[in-house]
Every structure is written in structure tokens, then in C-alpha cells.
């Protein structure tokens, strides 16, 4: 059993994860979000709710103590999210972290160059690959809502193939990362429906 720290839980990737988790796993979750009234019923056998801004480190390092995985499903400020979340895990001894990020950042999707919209993504992806941390950075693709599991992946240094990829995809493999000790570790995962 796994205690698993999800940090945004209410985004739309980790619902979907939380889903998974409970549904196929035995693993503990805690999730931890700025509003959990959003959050519908959940088995408080298995869940703990913490409500919480990622930016307050005191919260963040006292809700992270005890975790095995630290899985962050974040958006907006993520150059200053992700330094807080490397710093509180270092302080807390904590060495695995997924951290779902976005294609394209080091320009590795053939034809397309994507701006400074991606800066936030870039620099907490270099902030994260400069750490000690047991990390996988996932780089996923145009998400959908397609009811399927398909995809594939690519390293860092590959070029991205594909375009989209089902948010079930994504949880899935967020999942299997977290229940899969030693899979992935210090890499950044292009994911993709195979095309
Ligand atoms: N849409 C796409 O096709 C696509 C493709 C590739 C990558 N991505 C990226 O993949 C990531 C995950 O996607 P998603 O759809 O699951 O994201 P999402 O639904 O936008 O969820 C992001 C979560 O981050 C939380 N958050 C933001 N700032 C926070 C803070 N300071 N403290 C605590 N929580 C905070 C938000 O909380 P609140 O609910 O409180 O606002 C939100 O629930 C995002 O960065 C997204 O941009 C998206």
C-alpha cells in the first residue's frame, strides 16, 4: 500500500486519477486543494481531505509528512510551485514526485513551436530535473475525454509523436508511476495516443 500525496486534486486529470486509485488500488490518498467543498463523496476510509494553497509551505509540509508519492496535478504559477514543492520535499524526506506538465516545452513536437505560454511549464520542469528527487515529468498532449485507455510514450530528446491523448490515459499512467517503484524515475514522458 502506498500513502499518496495529490496536490491539485481537484484538476481535471486527478479526478479522474483519484478514481482510478480507489478503483485499483489499495493505496491511501490525501488530497490537497484550495476548496474541497467541490469534492463529492469520497470513502473517508481511504481519503483524507487537506485544504490548501500549494504556495503555503508550512500547510504543504505538514500535510506531506508521512507520503510515499507526491503527485502534482497544478496549473498557473508553476515556476514558484515547484520550487516550493521540491524544497518541502527535501525537508520532508520525501523522494518520488509526478508532476504532470505539458508537450512541447523543450520543443520537441515536430512542426509546432509553442511560446512563452509555456514558460511556467518549462522552468518548473528545469527546476524539478536540477533536484535529487525520484521524479517523472509527464509531458502529455491535447487531452480529451474519450472513454479509452491508448497511449504511448517518448523520452526526453525524442520527438513527440502524436497529438492528443484521453485524460483516462494520463490517469492511468499516474497511477501505474505511483504503485510502480524504480518505473520512470528521472525521466520526462512525452504521452500520446498512438497515431
Ligand atoms: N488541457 C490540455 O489539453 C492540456 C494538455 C497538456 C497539459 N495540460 C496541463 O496539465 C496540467 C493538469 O491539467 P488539468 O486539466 O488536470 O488541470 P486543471 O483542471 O486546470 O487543474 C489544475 C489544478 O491546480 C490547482 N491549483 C492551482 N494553483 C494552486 C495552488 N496555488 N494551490 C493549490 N492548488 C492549485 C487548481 O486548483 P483550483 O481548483 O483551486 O483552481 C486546479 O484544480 C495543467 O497544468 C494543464 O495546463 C493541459
Redesign the pocket.
Known sequence: MTNVLI????????RVAIDLFLKETDDQLTL????SS?LGNLDLNRVTVIE????DKEKLKNAMIGHDVVYA??????EQ?AKTVVETMNETNIKRLIW????GIYDEVPGQKYSTILDP?RKSAEIIEASDLDYTILR????TNKDEIEYETTQKGEPFKGHEIS?QSVADLVVKLATSPGLEVRKSLGVSKPE
Open positions: 496536490l491539485g486534486a481537484n484538476g481535471g486529470i486527478a490537497y486543494l484550495r476548496n467541490r490548501g494553497d500549494v504556495l496535478n497544478l496549473a498557473g504559477g508553476l510551485m504532470i506538465s505539458s508537450m511549464y502529455p498532449g491535447w487531452f485524460r
